[in-house]
């Protein structure tokens, strides 16, 4: 009979297997992809730079090994992912610690939350590529099984594309179940496609020794240099394992990708080598040509499901990353639908999956290949990768302070490594590399705007709405006292100090308040979640008796804010107020910005936030307010 603890273990074990299979559906599918178009696009990259030659195969492959174990294996895996953000990870989990920790200069603390910014901006671009060049790298299988219906490539991948941001909305709940799964049978089955290679021709294996790479930059650096700008789609997907560490915990991913992912990969890379040793014309597409011929239409068909779980992934990380963004304040509200109502970190924003949309057709269409979409698909990676490890290391010495020689070695290995993939990368610029820097510049400046022009505009309201406790004080003085009509006003405003405007407004215009008064602000903070017990934090202003109350409300980043279940929280533990569905009202203060002659922002900046600001979300949808008891009392800033 099994003792308590032995049963324990064992629902441990297996609980921590179920986590690792489906880290697996969701971490891994980027990554895991890459096999179908790194090597083919390596050797067909700058009119055949790298050689089909068995020097220059044992060169690349070696490199490839030795790329997915330095930055995967050791950087993200065992490093950087240990810099979690109360269990969340991503590089908005790394701005937030560098937000919070303490640096000499100010100036440096802007420029790294700045080239953190930058990391995100290239996270999109990321995002719009991945989806692209998956699909459409898989249903190009199609060519090798079937190389009469070749024109039908372009059509039938918008046609998954469109399919897959179409069942967005639905969320990934119902699906996510079969994730697992499925990419633990692709794994599988690319682990034995190269296995098989391998067995008949296991000279390829001494191609893992560093030595060849090594040999490799020395017999031609500059072929061997640009080479990395391709080498770096092997490492695709990086982010993912630490954007994605808040959904299954380090160990779990760890776990799936040294026993499983890391060996897979590693053995059909070898295959695929020893494949284009052997006969050098399956340059043009050694994935598809590993296979044998009865198996290539069934693996078209695997390969599309595997790809369209890669994007899935990608797609639901951008939904992530933005609404942490939206509330650490790098973007305007937009309408956010959680999907599931048990997973809180399942979110569907219907404006980015469309935009996410329209731009992955652009590229599929525009680029046309797998291949030349390889060239676009670097930057994206190596930027957002080197902004990880830069912010990881100020973190490490900063934060953690770690002595400054530990913190040398890891810049002098890993950076190094890194700034080399990303100055290989920007010479393919001129060749699609154009896009997601241009896509990175933008968004950056939406970030960097709205961040900026939401200070000044934050300064102004500070000004115009006064001081709550002053108010608060002047009311009581007042002789005769304003009435008091029946119900509960609920005020939202961003600050504890301040007077809502919508209160100033409210009484200046009727003359009147309501008997019971709340003012609630919300406290977004560093941490993804906020426990209940930490969440509400209840002041009456110094007037036991007078009906006005102010209620701070703490949320996580990660956490949707529902306030009308907040207030009736509030309410359950002693909060003055009705939290009836007929019992209160909710007023907000909306503010007009107009533009005009102030130092501070250039003006097409200033343009820029106020079409941002018009364009965001309402704060009743923002908020889950009911729209029958929600008043809006408008006012006007100056910007």
Not at 412 to 430: M, P, R
């Amino acid at each position: 009979m099994a003792t308590p603890s032995l049963a324990r273990d064992a629902r441990r074990r297996l609980g921590m297997a179920a986590l690792a299979l489906g880290a697996l559906g969701v971490v891994f599918g980027d990554i895991g992809t890459s096999p179908l178009y790194s090597l083919q696009t390596l050797f067909s990259a700058d009119h055949g730079a790298v050689k089909p030659t068995e020097a220059d195969v044992f060169g690349v492959i070696s490199l490839v090994f030795w790329s997915i174990t330095l930055i995967v294996s050791v950087e993200f895996v065992l490093f950087i992912m240990r810099a979690d953000n109360d269990g969340e990870g991503g590089i908005l989990a790394l701005i937030a610690k560098i937000e919070g920790t303490r640096l000499d200069s100010t100036k440096v603390k802007f420029g790294l939350i700045a080239i953190g910014m930058f990391g995100v901006a290239l996270f999109y671009g990321d995002g719009m590529i991945t989806p692209a060049i998956s699909v459409l790298s898989a249903v190009e299988g199609v060519k090798v099984a079937v190389p009469s219906v070749h024109a039908m490539v372009i059509p039938v991948t918008i046609a998954v594309l469109v399919a897959l941001f179409a069942v967005q909305r639905f969320g990934t709940q119902r699906i996510g179940r079969v994730f697992g799964p499925v990419m633990l049978f692709w794994f599988a089955v690319i682990a034995v496609a190269g296995l098989a290679r391998v067995v008949a021709h296991p000279e390829i294996v001494k191609a893992l020794l560093p030595s060849y790479g090594i040999e490799f930059f020395g017999r031609h650096f500059g072929v061997a240099f640009i080479s990395l700008g391709a080498v770096v789609l092997t490492i695709t997907g990086a982010e993912a394992l630490y954007a994605d560490m808040g959904h299954f915990g380090r160990p779990p991913i760890s776990r799936a990708w040294f026993f499983v992912v890391f060996p897979a990969l590693t053995l059909n890379y070898m295959g695929q080598g020893s494949l284009i040793v052997g006969d050098p014309s399956a340059i043009s597409n050694p994935f598809f040509l590993l296979i044998p011929h009865w198996g290539r239409v069934p693996m078209v068909v695997l390969a599309t499901v595997a790809t369209v779980i890669a994007s899935q992934a990608v797609i639901s990380g951008a939904f992530s990353v933005t609404k942490q963004a939206i509330q650490l304040g790098f973007l305007p509200r937009l309408q956010i639908r959680h999907t599931s109502a048990s997973e809180i970190g399942q979110v569907y924003l219907p404006a980015v999956n469309w935009f996410l949309l329209i731009a992955v057709v652009a590229l599929v269409v525009g680029f046309g290949s797998s291949t030349k979409l390889g060239s676009a698909y670097g930057i994206a990676v190596t930027g957002t990768i080197t902004a990880d490890t830069l912010l990881f290391l100020v973190i490490a010495r900063a934060l953690w302070r770690k002595p400054r020689w530990q913190v040398a070695i890891f810049a002098a290995v890993f950076f190094t490594v890194d700034l080399a993939f990303l100055g290989a990368n920007l010479t393919k610029t001129a060749h699609g590399g154009w896009f997601p820097l241009s896509v990175g510049v933008v968004l950056f400046a939406i970030l960097s705007t709205w961040r900026r022009g939401s200070r000044e505009i934050r300064e102004s309201r500070i000004e115009a709405e006064g001081s709550l406790q002053g108010f608060v004080d002047d009311l009581h003085a007042a002789d005769p006292q304003p009435p008091r009509v029946p119900g509960t006003a609920v005020y939202l405003n961003a600050r504890r100090e301040t007077t809502p405007l919508a209160l100033r407004a409210s009484l200046e215009h009727t003359h009147a308040l309501h008997e019971s008064i709340v003012i609630i602000s919300i406290e977004t903070t560093r941490t993804p979640y906020v426990s209940d017990e930490d969440h509400l934090v209840v002041d009456d202003l110094g007037y036991e008796d007078d009906g006005i109350s102010h209620l701070t409300v703490k949320v996580g980043f990660q956490e949707a804010i529902k306030v009308p279940r907040l207030f009736a929280l509030a309410c359950a533990r002693g909060l003055e107020g009705d939290a009836n569905e007929e019992g209160a009202v909710y007023i907000l203060s909306h503010v007009t910005i107009r533009p005009a002659d102030t130092p501070g922002m250039a003006r097409w900046r200033k343009r820029l936030y106020i079409a941002l600001a018009r364009n965001a979300a309402s704060p009743a949808d923002y908020f889950h307010l009911p729209a029958d008891r929600t008043v809006t009392i408008g006012s006007a800033i100056d910007l």
